[in-house]
């Protein structure tokens, strides 16, 4: 991980704890950005914007609870929240909704560096999935019909010859199939195409 090129968008109306925190996380190699508010967030960054966050509780306008919730709708939003207002149900409901941590004002050096670490650790596996996810998606999409078919029998662990009885055609031409499918998934082994399977049913396209 390139802590230098992560980007850590930090959201807090306070003008002395904003400029502190961003301080600090620029001396400690984040690259820091500053908003004063959700709706200055929302406004310069946008609702997609990619990187992880430092967010205050009590914003003005829209909460940084509001403002997280909103987000978490649409991709995954790694956030450590800050607070001058110690909520335990509050702490609770932003973990349970993803949040890496929420930690207390005036926040420690020592805590704040490794809450941003670990948001850091999270949005970076998030992003390569998302990629990994892609790729698999544009794979599956160069694949026939005849060929997915194919592939959903070979992630089933039917042999050549049972899939040519299911779709009717000569183990030649199964097996013809099978060679297009394993080289245009990109796939080494039949364990290959069991897993991309799988990831492919969790994004709901297979």
Same mark, same amino acid.
């Given at each position: 991980?390139?802590?230098?090129?992560?980007?850590?968008?930090?959201?807090?109306?306070?003008?002395?704890?904003?400029?502190?925190?961003?301080?600090?996380?620029?001396?400690? /190699?984040?690259?820091?950005?500053?908003?004063?508010?959700?709706?200055?967030?929302?406004?310069?960054?946008?609702?997609?914007? !990619? /990187?992880?966050?430092?967010?205050?509780?009590?914003?003005? /306008?829209?909460?940084?609870?509001?403002?997280?919730?909103?987000?978490?709708?649409?991709?995954?939003?790694?956030?450590?929240?800050?607070?001058? @207002? !110690?909520?335990?149900?509050?702490?609770?409901?932003?973990?349970?909704?993803?949040?890496?941590?929420?930690?207390?004002?005036?926040?420690?050096?020592?805590?704040?560096?490794?809450?941003?670490?670990? +948001?850091?650790?999270?949005?970076?596996?998030?992003?390569? @999935?998302?990629?990994?996810?892609?790729?698999?998606?544009?794979?599956?999409?160069?694949?026939?019909? @005849?060929?997915?078919?194919?592939?959903?029998?070979?992630?089933?662990?039917?042999?050549?010859?049972?899939?040519?009885?299911?779709? *009717?055609?000569?183990?030649?031409?199964?097996?013809?199939?099978?060679?297009?499918?394993?080289?245009?998934?990109?796939?080494?082994?039949? +364990?290959?195409?069991?897993?991309?399977?799988?990831?492919?049913? @969790?994004? *709901?396209?297979?």
């Amino acid at each position: 991980m390139d802590e230098a090129k992560a980007v850590v968008h930090v959201v807090e109306d306070d003008d002395s704890v904003r400029t502190a925190v961003v301080r600090l996380l620029r001396t400690a /190699g984040f690259q820091a950005q500053p908003y004063a508010s959700a709706a200055e967030f929302l406004l310069v960054a946008g609702e997609n914007a !990619g /990187g992880c966050m430092v967010l205050d509780v009590g914003l003005p /306008g829209m909460s940084g609870i509001e403002l997280h919730a909103a987000l978490a709708k649409r991709r995954d939003c790694s956030v450590v929240f800050l607070t001058g @207002r !110690g909520d335990v149900q509050m702490s609770v409901r932003a973990m349970k909704d993803g949040a890496v941590d929420f930690l207390d004002k005036p926040v420690k050096r020592e805590l704040l560096l490794d809450a941003v670490t670990r +948001a850091v650790e999270r949005d970076v596996a998030n992003r390569e @999935r998302r990629g990994r996810a892609t790729e698999l998606r544009a794979r599956y999409e160069q694949l026939t019909e @005849r060929e997915r078919q194919v592939f959903r029998l070979v992630a089933e662990g039917r042999l050549n010859k049972q899939i040519a009885d299911v779709v *009717g055609a000569s183990l030649r031409t199964v097996k013809s199939h099978r060679a297009r499918v394993m080289e245009k998934m990109q796939a080494t082994t039949a +364990a290959d195409l069991v897993r991309a399977a799988d990831e492919l049913n @969790r994004l *709901g396209l297979h």
